[in-house]
């Protein structure tokens, strides 16, 4: 046994990484901000207009942040015998690390608009983007957790 029984879900299935879901959370900056521009209701649109005076950039952020969503949830939801939630939840380091990789072109080419010129955000972003890829290519907890179960026949 690889891991600690402590590690394994109520379902037989192992507990996704704290630091998958911290790097999932930073992927889904722009969702966190619409909700929380929505749940403030009078001085939502100030918020948005705050953090995104561009629109466009909020919606490419929301439309990169969806299927890191949808992912989200269907880990909550895995049992070891849902075979299509199970199928999904397998294809979600791939398909994240494609999130990753758009939302570092898509960094890049805001700090060309920018004339290259350093920004803290711009420079936090792209460290954590360029980490949180190296971190999922490298770690086997990751890989071990959104893996198909084994079949017990």
Known sequence: MRYGIEQYDQHGLLKTP???WVG???????WVVFVVAGAS???????LQYVYPNHTMLYLGLAMGLPIVVGMWLVGLRKSDSTKTNFIVSQLKPVTLLIVILQ??????????????FTWTNAVTLVSL?????YLL??????DSLALPAKIT
Do not use: P
């Open 18 to 20: 704290v630091l998958l």
């Open 24 to 30: 999932w959370a930073f992927l889904i900056r722009a």
């Open 41 to 47: 209701r009078q001085e939502g649109s100030t918020i």
């Open 104 to 117: 570092l072109a898509h960094t890049v080419y805001l700090v060309d608009l920018q004339h290259w010129q």
């Open 130 to 134: 360029i980490w949180f890829a190296i």
């Open 138 to 143: 490298n770690s086997r907890r990751v890989a």
